[in-house]
Every structure is written in C-alpha cells, then in structure tokens.
C-alpha cells in the first residue's frame, strides 16, 4: 500500500495521523464489522446475552447483524455444526465477500465439544478457515467480547493465523504467579 502524507495537528498534543493507507484501511475495518450469525443450537442463548444492553457488543462496532453473506464481512457460528449443515455453512462462507473472517462462538463449534459422533462436525475448521475460537459451554459473554478484541487486534496486524481465547481465570495460573504451589484442590 502507499504512504500518505503526514498530518500534523497544529497546537494538540494528541492528534495523529496514520501514514500507511493498509493501516488506516484495517482501523475501519476492524471497526465496523458486520456479522453474519449462522446460528444453530443452544449458545444462541449466550449470543442473545452478548447482543443485549448489558454487554452492549456495539461499543466494539459490531452489533449490526447482515442475514445476506454478501453483506457481510464476519461469520459467526454459534452452535452445533450437524454433517447436513456442513454443505450449507461451507456455502455461506463462500458468499461472503473478501476480507471476511470467522468466529467460532462455543466448544461445538470449536472442536464439536461432547458430541463426539458420526454426525457432528468435529470443529467448524474442518470445513471452513477459522481466526478466532472461542471455548466454552457456553462461553461467557466476557469471553466473546474477548475474542473480538482478539479478532480486532489480529485485523489491524494482519495477522490470519488462528487463535485461542485464554480463560480470565486460571487459578494454577493465578497461584504460580504469586509463588504459591497448587494442591490437589485447586
Ligand atoms: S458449546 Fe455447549 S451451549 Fe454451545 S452449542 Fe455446544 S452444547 Fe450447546
């Protein structure tokens, strides 16, 4: 991409300017997400959590839903993912228009959590290219918005390699760093 000019903001002290268009391109971006929710199965119930005041997900600009792949850029697939559903998904992501990327919204749809049967998809990235898993079952809606902060930073580094959301807490995690040795208990 190119360079543009320098800005400079006469007389402030907090202005910039961005001086490569791919990063004032990815800024916008990861700003305005729009979501296409492929739905299927209980954490519906959590995405109805995330979507609710309380979590209000459109501080990170990305509350408003596209039911059209076309105009959307971020798929989320919440849920169970059924061998007959795979077909359908695959397409879905087809239609979307580049750059796109993909959440996956709870264990299901990260490794096909419990059901561990010939007619579940063993993690949507056994159809589909996935940025972002979010575990959980459901995840807490922390986590979620977790995970799009994640995708957010992955947009504006470019970065496409998969990631993992890490648990807020993790007690052994907690009880190592204060120099304590965990029992049988923790
Ligand atoms: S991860 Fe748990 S809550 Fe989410 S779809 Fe699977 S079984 Fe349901």
Redesign the pocket.
């Known amino acids: 991409m190119g360079e543009l000019n320098q800005v400079t903001l006469e007389g402030s002290g907090t202005g910039f300017a961005t001086t490569k268009l791919s990063e004032l391109l990815a800024w916008a971006r990861k700003y305005s997400l729009f979501k296409y929710p492929f739905v ?4 519906g119930m ?1 995405f109805m959590a995330l979507s609710s005041p309380r979590f209000d997900h459109s501080r990170f600009g990305a509350e408003a839903p596209r039911f059209s792949p076309r105009q959307s850029d971020l798929l989320w697939v ?3 993912i059924s061998q007959r559903q795979a077909p359908v998904l695959r397409r879905v992501y087809e239609q979307m228009m580049e750059p796109k990327w993909v959440l996956a919204f ?4 990260s490794c096909g ?3 561990d049967n010939y007619t579940t998809v063993a993690g949507i990235d056994k159809i589909i290219p996935t940025d972002v898993y979010v575990p ?3 995840p807490r809606p922390e986590a979620v918005i977790d995970g799009l902060l994640l995708l957010q930073d992955k947009i504006t580094s470019g970065d496409r390699r998969p990631a993992i959301v890490k648990p807020r807490e993790d007690p052994i995690r907690d009880l190592v760093s204060i120099g304590k040795k965990p029992s049988a208990e923790t």
């Open positions: 299927t199965a209980c954490c959590e919440v849920g169970t709870g264990t299901c749809a959590g419990f059901y959980g079952c459901p």
